[in-house]
T-cell receptor
Framework: DTAVSQTPKYLVTQMGNDKSIKCEQNLGHDTMYWYKQDSKKFLKIMFSYNNKELIINETVPNRFSPKSPDKAHLNLHINSLELGDSAVYFCASSQDLGRLGGYTFGSGTRLTVV | GENVEQHPSTLSVQEGDSAVIKCTYSDSASNYFPWYKQELGKRPQLIID?????GEKKDQRIAVTLNKTAKHFSLHITETQPEDSAVYFC??????????????FGKGITLSVRP
């Protein structure tokens, strides 16, 4: 069983389109995150949710809108895609960070905007 | 907010040699320091972590040391093998159980182990 699963794994789309990435975790974790990994491999936090509530929103353009229908799911919708949005997007989850072992990452979604 | 610096950005070692990767952090309130390994095209995976009440932790060929006074921590890999080749990320967090818990990552180091 995959602990944190993301779909799709690859996404190629044209500028201006709207797309969504889905994430689900079966670990019972309370907190979920979206991170963006750029071409230089830098992992930068975008959002975090705790029990469906938005906690962290790190200066992300409002074209990005996360949604958490329940604590096991965190989806990311992106409007009006731009070339600079091309990156790998990782979902992650955690519970009692530090006591129970850091983040569990999803396998990533490679988004290419052409 | 927290700022985590990682250096060097690339490291190449001969198989069998040791590798040391260093990180510094800025927030003196940070108290949890994990290390992640990311192989090409795969997800980052936790390999070892340390909390601020411990100075050193070891797990087989890998160890992590923490110097709270200097605000730096290091990953040590002994007897390196080609399968250790990957990108390694250090991270820090100051809020472990609250709703605001998050990890701030360093920029990563690419370790190459030459056979």
């Amino acid at each position: 069983d995959t602990a944190v699963s993301q779909t799709p794994k690859y996404l190629v789309t044209q500028m201006g389109n709207d797309k969504s990435i889905k994430c689900e975790q079966n670990l019972g974790h309370d907190t979920m995150y979206w991170y963006k990994q750029d071409s230089k491999k830098f992992l930068k936090i975008m959002f975090s949710y705790n029990n469906k509530e938005l906690i962290i929103n790190e200066t992300v353009p409002n074209r990005f809108s996360p949604k958490s229908p329940d604590k096991a799911h965190l989806n990311l919708h992106i409007n009006s895609l731009e070339l600079g949005d091309s990156a790998v997007y990782f979902c992650a989850s955690s519970q009692d960070l530090g006591r129970l072992g850091g983040y569990t990452f999803g396998s990533g979604t490679r988004l290419t905007v052409v | 907010g927290e700022n985590v610096e990682q250096h060097p950005s690339t490291l190449s070692v001969q198989e069998g040699d040791s590798a040391v990767i260093k990180c510094t952090y800025s927030d003196s309130a940070s108290n949890y320091f994990p290390w992640y390994k990311q192989e090409l095209g795969k997800r980052p995976q936790l390999i070892i972590d340390i909390r601020s009440n411990v100075g050193e932790k070891k797990d087989q060929r890998i160890a992590v040391t923490l110097n709270k006074t200097a605000k730096h921590f290091s990953l040590h890999i002994t007897e390196t093998q080609p399968e250790d080749s990957a990108v390694y990320f250090c991270a820090a967090s100051s809020d472990l159980t609250g709703a605001n818990s998050k990890l701030t990552f360093g920029k990563g180091i690419t370790l190459s182990v030459r056979p």
